[in-house]
């Protein structure tokens, strides 16, 4: 079975690659929310406010693992919300991150 060493060190993405990603979806995205630790950035939150009022996308990136916050992800990535009205009515997964390459990959 191999284990973290064999693999090498997890790497994880900083705030300008994960802007970069998210700005191949959004133009003029606004920041919302900006968490980091030891290893570096687990959250990241940016917005885009949508035409009518209460409309909005909001791009939420992970990084895995349990955070001080409360939030947990399996897997890194960022994910896509809609909002109307003010409250979320769907989302999904824009692009997830390869701990082992560092390379992104958008979502199918």
Do not use: H
């Amino acid at each position: 079975m191999e284990n973290q060493f064999e693999r090498g060190p997890e790497k994880i993405p900083t705030k300008a690659e994960v802007m970069e990603v998210i700005g191949r979806y959004a133009e003029n995205a606004t920041l919302v929310r900006e968490l980091s630790d030891e290893k570096g950035l687990y959250l990241f939150e940016a917005r885009v406010e949508g035409e009518k009022s209460g409309e909005a996308v909001q791009y939420e990136y992970m990084r895995k693992g349990t955070f001080p916050n409360g939030n947990a992800s399996l897997s890194p990535g960022i994910y896509r919300v809609d909002y109307e009205g003010g409250d979320a009515v769907g989302g999904t997964n824009v692009a997830a991150f390869d701990e082992q390459t560092g390379q992104w990959k958008e979502a199918e």
